[in-house]
């Protein structure tokens, strides 16, 4: 079922991309790109358990470690904001494709947590867990993570973040990460709008 999702998806974008601006097609690309890795789901185990909301505590605690490292140390603080400037400018642009703000919505809420969570978490994490511990598991996935998001200096407030949920990943299942992957996202996201 998963599969014909996504493929569904995939068919969708390539003809919206086909036929609208090249502007677009950034948009479409990347979300059919996250379709794409959606069986990568079926690899991992999806249980949740009890006692999930502490992860929701430790990742609030993990937001305010953040927002105070981004407004004490200003080097931090200037690479971090202009790259919010840089996703505000893509958002603009990507809410005029069409179905822009349909995509980029389903694409950050709902895509992008559940991917990356199976990649960063359920797999990368697993994998070096497997090889080399736990602590360096939580080091790896989380800092892949955040380079991933953002480079050099503003990637450190998403590395605390991404350590979150990399513990709601470790201690509560693959379904916690993504839930608060997905808040996180989800709020995220209403700024834009």
């Known amino acids: 079922m998963v599969i ?33 890795y959606l069986p990568a789901g079926l690899l991992v ?4 358990s009890k006692g999930f909301p502490i992860a929701f505590l ?3 605690l993990s937001l305010i470690a953040a927002g105070l490292l981004v407004l004490s140390i200003p080097q931090i603080g200037e ?7 840089a996703q505000a400018h893509y958002y603009s ?8 703000k349909l995509i980029t919505t389903l694409q950050t809420v709902f895509l992008a947590p559940l991917v990356e969570e199976v990649i960063f978490r359920g797999i990368l994490f697993e994998e070096t867990r497997r090889a080399l511990g736990t602590a360096p598991a939580y080091f790896v996935s989380s800092l892949a993570f955040a380079l991933l998001h953002y480079p050099g200096l503003g ?9 979150s949920l990399a513990f709601a990943y470790q201690r509560y299942g693959l379904p916690a990460s993504v839930m608060i992957h997905a808040f996180q996202n989800t709020v995220a996201t209403l700024f834009f709008y």
């Open 4 to 36: 014909l999702i996504a493929v569904a998806f995939i068919i969708s974008v390539v003809i919206f991309a086909i036929v609208k601006p090249a502007a677009c097609s950034a948009l479409y690309a990347g979300a059919a790109l996250y379709a794409l």
């Open 58 to 60: 430790v990742y609030f």
């Open 45 to 48: 185990k999806w249980k949740l």
């Open 155 to 163: 990637a450190l407030p998403i590395f605390i973040i991404a350590l």
């Open 79 to 85: 690479e971090f904001f202009k790259i919010r400037e």
């Open 93 to 100: 642009i990507a809410y005029q494709c069409p179905l822009g």
